[in-house]
């Protein structure tokens, strides 16, 4: 089935794809020969729209082809971890049969991990958590143009040249008076201002307050709430988005009435909310957190990439991990730096999964390679939340889409970072940041062991929690267009609580291009995926 919306139009909306490299050697996650302990099945007719972009079809789930412990559903606006379980070591449980999750059984999760992995003649030792050498910095000294894009995209930059490093004309700037984005009272960029595709505008009123974060050591753009009673004794919390949007995807959103839901494209139909739902930065406000968002700058891509088209082109706005990482990793090392005494929470979503987890990565091999000013994140961080993410695979790798073949911007640079949802193979990017069977996943989990070596923590265990929507038939039919239970999850029994939102958990505020992939958002935006990241922040 065709998507009805024109070229134009999608690339308006910023479709959400997931990186310009080439897959690295087809190393696996288990070893020679294997696809990481998932198998492939039939997958049925893809469908594009008019970008480029495909649900894969009815592929197989890939890493480890499991799911979260059964097919039970809630129901109505509920949540499941697939099932019951028992909690034990002060933890919870990752549902239907599986260990429970805690401290001591991560101990014994990674424990069976590396036996199994030693068994299959898996050299965890040499196992690098290191850049991957297809994303090493290009070391050039200029700003990337559409002319040098080639050059740029698919590579970390570092921030003394980043273009999207920029606090310029932001629209949450009190100060920003004069700019073509000027501050409002809301949360609009200037893109949902406005009737247009993306169903704007934004008319929910009453927005929390807001301003441009000045942290020092921060030198780019991140929006903080105002927060008149902060309790310390709470994490801070950061946010962090996903391609083609900004901070505002954390607040609250109203369509005006009379605008229909445009998501036919993920088959589900509902009616737009007519009064407008706090959303998570509203909720972490109200419940005293100290709230941060990042701001990657998606409004500056047309200035670096040509932007025709989607399809060879980057007219969608997407940024790759190149991008998005350093920005992400230099504000949490800011944060900490200037905290001490504060743990850290990080919640991502969709791209935002993956860019939370590299920032940290980057982090620690900073700290490894002693670094001056480095920091070992780890000892300080309480929680890191991961909604609909992109761990193992995202559809727009799948044919009949080519993104990752023929789009050398961004738009495709991030896709081959992702690699395939139906049929998952390891990428060169997943490589450092997942390790050997996912091994490297879930850092100081247990307290102790992080990328393969141990008292690498402080004793402090970070909690691991994992949200995405149910599939239709498990691990081969998917509801999310870009997400599944099994690219979502990270395979580490005793480590990590991979919870699923049930089929009816979508974002009904018609954010994003009015609801165009309101499953999408469901984890984070859906009244089930609020109340589990609330519920999580507080354990």
């Not at 505008?201 to 921060?218: C, K, Q």
């Not at 008149?228 to 950061?238: A, R, Y």
């Not at 504060?342 to 791209?351: D, F, I």
């Not at 695979?393 to 044919?399: A, C, E, I, K, R």
Request: aromatic fraction near 8%; charge should be negative; glycine fraction near 14%.
């Amino acid at each position: 089935m065709r998507h009805s919306l024109s070229l134009r139009m999608l690339a308006l909306a910023g479709c959400m794809v997931l990186g310009c490299g080439t897959i690295g050697g087809g190393t696996t996650d288990a070893g020679p020969g294997s696809t990481d302990g998932g198998s492939t099945a039939d997958a049925g007719p893809g469908s594009t729209d008019d970008g480029g972009m495909t649900d894969g079809g009815s592929g197989s789930t890939g890493d480890g082809g499991t799911t979260d412990g059964g097919s039970g559903s809630t129901g109505d606006g509920g949540m499941t971890d697939g099932g019951s379980g028992s909690t034990g070591d002060g933890g919870t449980t990752d549902g239907g049969e599986g260990p429970p999750v805690g401290p001591e059984a991560c101990r014994r999760g990674i424990s069976a991990k590396l036996e199994e992995l030693r068994a299959q003649g898996v050299d965890v030792e040499s196992w690098s958590f290191a850049d991957a050498p297809e994303m090493a910095d290009p070391g050039l000294t200029e700003r990337q143009s559409p002319s040098t894009y080639l050059q740029y995209d698919g590579r970390y930059r570092p921030l003394s040249n980043h273009p999207g490093c920029s606090t310029d004309n932001l629209y949450y700037d009190k100060a920003n008076t004069s700019g073509t984005t000027p501050f409002l009272d809301g949360n609009n960029d200037g893109r949902w201002t406005g009737p247009g595709p993306f169903g704007g505008p934004n008319v929910a009123t009453g927005h929390i307050d807001g301003d441009v974060a000045r942290i020092p050591g921060f030198p780019c753009a991140a929006k903080e709430y105002t927060q008149t009673f902060e309790d310390t004794s709470k994490p801070i919390v950061i946010l962090v988005h996903g391609v083609s949007t900004r901070p505002h995807a954390w607040e609250k959103f109203l369509l005006p009435p009379g605008t229909a839901i445009n998501s036919a494209f993920e088959r589900v139909n509902f009616p737009p909310d007519t009064e407008a739902r706090d959303q998570l930065a509203e909720r972490l406000i109200a419940a005293h957190y100290r709230v941060l968002a990042v701001d990657f700058r998606t409004d500056l891509v047309a200035s670096v990439d040509p932007t025709t088209n989607s399809t060879t082109e980057n007219a969608a706005g997407n940024v790759d991990h190149g991008w998005s990482t350093p920005i992400l990793q230099s504000l949490v090392k800011a944060v900490m730096k200037n905290n001490p005494t504060r743990q850290v929470a990080l919640v991502g979503h969709s791209v935002g999964v993956t860019v939370v987890r590299d920032a940290l990565r980057r982090l620690y091999v900073e700290h490894v390679k002693g670094e001056p000013g480095a920091i070992n994140p780890f000892p300080r961080l309480s929680h890191v939340i991961l909604g609909s993410g992109h761990n193992h695979g995202v559809s727009t790798y799948d044919s009949p889409s080519t993104l990752c073949r023929d789009n050398r911007t961004m738009r495709g640079a991030v896709v081959c970072e992702m690699g395939s949802r139906a049929s998952y193979v390891q990428t060169y990017f997943h490589r450092p940041l997942n390790g050997p069977k996912d091994l490297f996943a879930t850092p100081c989990a247990d307290g102790d062991f992080a990328f393969g070596r141990t008292g690498q923590c402080g004793g402090n265990v970070v909690k691991y929690y994992t949200l995405a929507m149910t599939d239709i038939t498990p691990g081969t039919n998917y509801q999310d267009f870009y997400a599944s239970e099994s690219t979502a999850r990270l395979d580490m029994p005793g480590c990590v609580v991979n919870a699923l939102t049930t089929l009816n958990d979508y974002d009904t505020s018609g954010y994003f291009n009015k609801g165009f992939i309101a499953n999408h958002y469901g984890s984070v935006r859906s009244e089930a995926g609020l109340a589990r990241i609330l519920e999580v922040l507080e354990m």
